[in-house]
């Protein structure tokens, strides 16, 4: 079967690409980040985060972490490695919501994830999160992009504006 692609993008969910070249094929969500983000964050072009592996993810400038549908890390590029103060080495192959960032096993961010994993829908969330440090807290704008074909889910991190 074919699948049409539309294509939003991760932090501002403007339309990038809308499958209208494939008429009758069932749309797939995906998401990238469009052309005013890229500039934003000083990227190059637009950018499919599907198409991204481990070592892509430190070109962006912005925090990314991979995980798995039970929430073990797969990858955590360098942005985050800054923010988070945690190598990646330390945090790869553990589980993110109780080993790595505990503050984040909460309905706010963690049910909000097993939610979007439970749907079983290629799917993007966005929410506001406080993450707690052994140096002091840090207000991120998350959003949370899950992938039904991969299992696999991004969680894209920056800083909130007001920091």
Request: glycine fraction near 6%.
């Amino acid at each position: 079967m074919s699948f049409s692609y539309r294509i939003l993008c991760a932090w501002c969910a403007d339309l990038i690409h809308d499958g209208t070249d494939t008429k009758d094929a069932p749309k797939e969500l995906s998401h990238g980040i469009c052309i005013k983000c890229c500039r934003e964050y000083d990227l190059m072009d637009v950018v499919a985060l599907e198409t991204f592996g481990g070592d892509d993810f430190d070109r962006l400038p912005f925090g990314v972490i991979e995980l798995d549908e039970d929430g073990i890390v797969l990858s955590y590029n360098k942005a985050e490695a800054e923010l988070s103060g945690l190598d990646a080495k330390r945090v790869v192959g553990r589980d993110f919501f109780n080993s790595v960032a505990p503050c984040a096993n909460v309905n706010a961010f963690a049910g909000k994830y097993r939610e979007l994993i439970s749907a079983n829908v290629t799917a993007r969330i966005q929410l506001d999160f406080v993450f707690v440090f052994e140096d002091g807290e840090i207000i991120v704008d998350i959003v949370i992009l899950f992938n039904k074909l991969t299992r696999t889910s991004l969680i894209l991190v920056k800083k909130a504006q007001n920091n």
